[in-house]
């Protein structure tokens, strides 16, 4: 923050800081509170996934606040409750793999580098349940420094990115996550998902990179 602050300083824009003219606090109760010098609102939770979301939404807030374009808070508490956020912890509730997967959860999340992998992790901690994850990266990522933030996993299957050349083949990755356990390779997404092993309230989770993500969804 201090080395924005410096990069920012001869900017003569009005500059707002998080934790110093906007913050937010959660609560128990299926809301949160944002405040700012224009006063707190008490605010619905919102219908995207993972604490990160709540540092966009209040981030978004204190700017439509600021620039003053009439803006009513009832607008905020129904906008965010109908935020579209594609690959960001999604979960996919109909379509043709739903139905392979049942009663179970199914969440695709484009996540592809470390801070990405943090956040979404931060999120399954707060879980109660096994999580099996179905992964696809690109060559040009650190993979080892990627998977190093998931904890608790009950499989992970490494996949192709069939419409990627510069993809890491399956095979390949499968080998670097190989002090894994229960870690295993199969060649599409359909065929790893229906690989799994699933339980009463089971989870999976497909992740690494985008241009899967957009694979997941397509052949959904």
Do not use: W
């Not at 128990?28 to 990160?52: A, I, M, S, T």
């Not at 599409?188 to 997941?216: F, M, R």
């Amino acid at each position: 923050m201090e080395n924005i602050k410096k990069t920012i300083s001869n900017n003569q824009s009005n500059k707002y800081f998080f934790n110093e003219d906007f913050t937010y606090s959660m609560s128990e109760n299926d809301f949160f509170y944002y405040e700012d010098k224009h006063g707190g609102l008490k605010l619905p939770k919102p219908n995207v996934l993972g604490q990160f979301q709540l540092e966009n939404i209040s981030t978004a807030i204190a700017t439509l606040r600021n620039l003053d374009l009439k803006i009513k808070d009832d607008h905020i508490k129904i906008g965010i409750q109908k935020i579209s956020n594609i690959a960001r912890l999604q979960e996919i509730k109909s379509g043709k793999l739903k139905e392979i997967v049942k009663n179970n959860r199914l969440l695709v999340d484009g996540s592809h580098n470390e801070e990405g992998a943090r956040v979404l992790n931060e999120y399954l901690q707060t879980l109660d349940c096994k999580k099996h994850i179905i992964i696809g990266m690109m060559k040009n990522k650190d993979h080892e420094k990627y998977i190093s933030y998931f904890k608790d996993i009950k499989s992970l299957t490494t996949i192709d990115i069939t419409s990627q050349p510069n993809s890491m083949s399956g095979i390949e990755l499968k080998d670097k996550f190989k002090n894994i356990p229960n870690v295993k390779y199969q060649e599409n997404i359909e065929k790893a998902i229906k690989s799994v092993s699933l339980e009463e309230k089971d989870l999976i989770v497909i992740t690494g990179s985008l241009y899967l993500s957009g694979e997941v969804l397509n052949l959904n």
